[in-house]
T-cell receptor, first 117, second 114 residues
Framework: DAGVIQSPRHEVTEMGQEVTLRCKPISGHNSLFWYRQTMMRGLELLIYFNNNVPIDDSGMPEDRFSAKMPNASFSTLKIQPSEPRDSAVYFC???????????????FGPGTRLTVL | QKEVEQNSGPLSVPEGAIASLNCTYSDRVSQSFFWYRQYSGKSPELIMSIYSNGDKEDGRFTAQLNKASQYVSLLIRDSQPSDSATYLCAVILNYGGSQGNLIFGKGTKLSVKP
């Protein structure tokens, strides 16, 4: 079975440019999570969707960040305009459900390494 | 107090030894606990989950949970160089704005020396 798919794997862009990261969750999973990982702050949840609906976006750092999930098999995370401090690895994860128990076991995609110059 | 705390390490053990990784959490009513392994430059990989007090064994890995002490640990028996990675503890919180979310510790870097 295919795992979580993310694209691109690497992105280098210049400050001020728009960046779009893409994610395809595991088929049958109805929860999708976007995380950001840096050395300083570790792994942080940005936003999560349940059944394509954004449930908690309190981790989105500022209005420059936006995320959508138009259908059950696709989500995007957009940064506009990008800044050097956005440089990080962005992971997408999916799970069958949310809350406690085995249904919240989250499986991560390979990540997108973003560098903003 | 941070929600999920781990010693950053590095923890260095010789090949064949038992590696012990520890994690404490702040939410007294958390019910779900996970250990992820992350190799350098790779994504976190789920290796263990535990939901009730006591020990749970899976191959060379044993997760131990003590809810009264708010403590979860991971033991790796017969450590191999291929176990060298960062191990992330994750807990589902049941309070505040992060309720229901998976909160990660910053990870413990393990190095197994041949």
């Amino acid at each position: 079975d295919a795992g979580v798919i993310q694209s691109p794997r690497h992105e280098v862009t210049e400050m001020g440019q728009e960046v779009t990261l893409r994610c395809k969750p595991i088929s049958g999973h109805n929860s999708l999570f976007w995380y950001r990982q840096t050395m300083m702050r570790g792994l942080e949840l940005l936003i999560y969707f349940n059944n394509n609906v954004p449930i908690d976006d309190s981790g989105m750092p500022e209005d420059r960040f936006s995320a959508k999930m138009p259908n059950a098999s696709f989500s995007t995370l957009k940064i506009q305009p990008s800044e050097p401090r956005d440089s990080a690895v962005y992971f997408c994860a999916s799970s069958i459900g949310r809350g406690g128990g085995p249904y919240n076991e989250q499986f991560f995609g390979p990540g997108t390494r973003l560098t903003v110059l | 107090q941070k929600e999920v705390e781990q010693n950053s390490g590095p923890l260095s053990v010789p090949e064949g030894a038992i590696a012990s990784l520890n994690c404490t959490y702040s939410d007294r009513v958390s019910q779900s606990f996970f250990w992820y392994r992350q190799y350098s430059g790779k994504s976190p990989e789920l290796i263990m989950s535990i939901y009730s007090n006591g020990d749970k064994e899976d191959g060379r890995f044993t997760a131990q949970l003590n809810k009264a002490s708010q403590y979860v640990s991971l033991l790796i028996r017969d450590s191999q160089p291929s176990d060298s990675a960062t191990y992330l503890c994750a807990v589902i919180l049941n309070y505040g704005g992060s309720q229901g979310n998976l909160i990660f510790g910053k990870g413990t870097k393990l190095s197994v020396k041949p």
